[in-house]
Nanobody, 122 residues
């Protein structure tokens, strides 16, 4: 069982930056690929980024490529999402997820956090 807790969300102006963190419980964090997803009001949950178990491989949605960076620290049981050049369309609840492999498909992930709100004002 893995519990995930996101933090770092908030209100930011367009063009600004935020860094989201997702802290995982348990000693098996390094055995899971990790992903970030987001869900805007009235829309389906969508893939943002994913990272492999050892951090050696990452993948991004086209909409965030070049602006967002996913990383992980297995010693701290934490995955991060650095978000730069934020746009109003990035406004959503952001969720981290643990599972495998590092994929864009939500069904591949076994555990989900409760989400953190990111709001980007224009």
């Amino acid at each position: 069982q893995v519990q995930l807790v996101e933090s770092g969300g908030g209100l930011v102006q367009a063009g600004g930056s935020l860094r989201l963190s997702c802290a995982a419980s348990g000693r098996t964090f390094s055995t899971y690929a990790m992903g970030w997803f987001r869900q805007a009001p009235g829309k389906e949950r969508e893939f943002v980024a994913a990272i492999s178990r050892n951090g050696g491989s990452t993948t991004y949605a086209d909409s965030v490529k070049g602006r967002f960076t996913i990383s992980r620290d297995n010693a701290k049981n934490t995955v991060y999402l650095q978000m730069n050049s934020l746009k109003p369309e990035d406004t959503a609840v952001y969720y981290c997820a643990a599972g495998g492999p590092a994929t864009m498909f939500p069904y591949a992930y076994d555990y989900w956090g409760q989400g953190t709100q990111v709001t980007v004002s224009s």
